[in-house]
């Protein structure tokens, strides 16, 4: 008969004479038995899916043999530890993960923005005028998004400070998402606090074309599939100007937002394991309003801004052999931004990077990972003041690294990780080296403990490496530890990190603003998650907490202090509930944040004023319907229904008025509400 | 989305061609593909199943014995889910999926393993309507209209389609009014089909009679 290694019966069980068609399966209770020709031994093989197969030389002398096998459980997604410390992973491939890719689109409050959604998750701070990730009490620069495993330039559309700025990437685009929060693998560098790991679709599944019309403009988009692979255009164009003209803004806008753009994505499957990606995506918005001077803020003068982005990743990825898998990719991003306002600035960045991973996995226990890239960058900067002075500045710069990682399954129960990332970045003349560790260990049966430690480096920003070469990476030292427990269908996670900066950029105003890297800093607190799907019929909500201290002394900080992006306390509540006899999904979101520290330049104390502490209630929904008999989704959200009244802070002039006193104008959003209507239209290719 | 979207147990009924046969293989194919015939519950069905493993692995250039592998694993899978014990129901479609990605690579241009391919994709569905229903829907016709560009005559294609059609919700398109053509079709298509030899797939006949009469009843 047939047994698990846990004493359970095993019905379905193939046990066969190898080489042969004699065998029989086992019954209701475990019970097998075959009849096969005579020989001196017989190689009896015993198989269930889940199971190591069984293997066994009997000898075939007597009439009849009683045969007990026990078959031992194989390791899989759900018996097996991973390491989740510091990070959230949504994607459909994985069974064992926190959010779907459809989670990201569906959350309300989001209007479809990946940032917007990842809010929504603990680690983040909401930081309403800016619109980009603030990560465990890290400036918006310490996140570095990455596409296939490549580095994006600017993925978030060009604002200006106080207009929240958007990600320029569809959340459709990718299959999977990992949001990190830190301790991440030694694969990625150039980001202090937390790495974005989108990556993107395989082959489309069929063709289609697609048809979308929103309150603010209109996409098109073509998938074409072949035998073996499938390309997908999209042009896309978008006008603020007709949704302003109706609701009321807070600003003057002399042009408002427009943009268009285009994108292309080819897959090819090269081989029944390899497969080939480019993509690429090009895009123009301009915009002009009434912006307050910098040196008299409550001064305005027209603001024109335009921004021309373009964007191309190819890799290529395949196995080969057995055990090894390999993959290539490049990337190059090309970003012009244009602002004017009495002066006129023109910056232009672009960037090459590449990449390469060789995967090796020796056995189903370990896995070694070795990779190298090289990035390289230009920066160019033009500066026309108001007085007709030209002001050029630019520079380039070669980043190399090399990483090795190994992944080490001790047992069912325990993994480590253990990685290297050493790096060279030109313009510095400096090498660094980044180790990191982490391990999980099983504490039950749908629980585990999960531990991350490392080193992260991030060259200074291009403002600073305008003007001074002389300067070392900025470092944060890592420290993360989290428990989780996964069942069916609701999951429960605490995370708590130490996160300790050094060499963070000062700005030394007695020293003619010399620069150098005398900034220090940290960031400690916890986070909780806990997500339900089944308790509530058709019903799924998240709660989400961030607790946060930290302070830094950075930039032009003359002190050790709180940053203004920093809050306490975070908190969000998703709720979204599907009613079929609607067929309609509604979702509703509740955001809080806790008041932010900033500075009044008036007062002696630095950082001494707060905001108010930040509330939203984001509503949306999603409707399923044909419309010219075509599959259907009319989506409407609306941000603030509860018409909270949220300030940001105040914003200073830089120079004081004929009193000395430095005038002031309140941070806002740029309207109460933002209310979205749009009708997504699918038509059948072939029918 | 709690609209019916699979179907219980298909019944099928094969043709034998009663002519003795030499080789091992066939005799063992035929005695197989007649378990799986007369199998009337899920015991059956795996055992049948376990049949079709062993000849594979002695027979190991052939796609039919892993087809039929697949295709009583998915039965399998389908009474597990009627009688509501998702976790082997998975475990069965998972291992449907597995041989049937084998068979894929001994024999790339065969339509029927297409078809078997859009049957385990439904068996994805199964595990979570919500979450899987918008992404292995297009796949499902994606595979069906590869298995039709092969083979334009299997009537199994149209079924499937037609199946597939008639349990999907209105507003993706699905419901007894646009599955009624699709299922004339199938009836067509199997009125004229006659298979390459006796052991290769001839089910569906019935259950295209039983799918068209319901739509019909509900147009």
Redesign the interface.
Known sequence: MVQSNDNEII????V?N????????S??NGYFHFKTSKSEEVNVLA?Y??YEDFYRVIDNTKDSIFLQIILEESANELNTVVITAGAFEAS?EKKAVLL?P?DIVTTAGATADLAGALNTLPGTQTVGEEGRLFVRGGDAYETQTFIDGLPVLKPYNSSVPNIPARNRFSPFLFKGTVFSTGGYSAEYGQALSSALLLNTQDLA??S?TSLSLMSVGLALGKTQ?W?KSSLAVQADYSNLAPYMGLIDQDLKWYKAPESFGGQFIYRKQTS?TGILKVQGNLSRNILAMDYPSAEEVTITNRLDLSNTNAYINANYKEILGDKWTLFIGAGWNNNLDEIQQGFDLEERESSLQSKWKLLYTPNEDISIKVGGEYWHSNFNQQFLDKEGELYEIGFSNNYTALFNEVNWQISRNVVARIGNRISNTGIINEWTWAPRLSFAWKTGDKSQLSFAHGQFFQAPQNDFLRFERDLQSEQATHWIINWQRVTEGRTFRVEAYEKQYHNLITINPNENLALSNQGNGYARGIDLFFRDRTTIKNGDYWLSYSYLDAKRKYRDFPVKTAPNFVSRHNVSVVYKH?V?QL?TQFGLTYSYASPRWYDDPNTPTFNDRQTRAFQDLSFNASY???LF????IVYVSVTNIAGFANSFGQRFSTNPNEDGLYTAIPIQPTAKRFAFIGVFISF?S?K | MKSIYYVGLFFFVAIFNLNAQQGKYQEAMKKSISELNEAKDIEALLTAANSFERISKVADKEWLPLYYQSFAQMQAAAGFMGSKQMDKCMQSVEKAQAVLKTALELAPNEAELYIMQAYVYQGYIWEDVQANGAKFTPMIFGVLERAIAMDADNPRAYLMKGQQTYFMPEFFGGGAKTALPLLEQAEEKYSKYTPASELHPNWGKDRAKALLAQARENN
């Not at chain 1, 019905?11 to 193939?14: D, K, M, Q, T, Y």
């Not at chain 1, 190898?18 to 399966?25: I, K, L, P, R, Y």
């Not at chain 1, 008999?629 to 259907?632: E, L």
Request: hydrophobic fraction near 25%; charge should be negative; proline fraction near 3%.
């Open positions: 019905v379905g069980a193939n066969y190898e080489g042969t068609f004699d065998g029989a399966t019954d209701i198989s899916l889940g459909d779907k459809l599944p069929k289609e599939r035998d029944s599907w079929n067929n399923l319907t044909r008999d075509q599959f259907t059948e072939d």
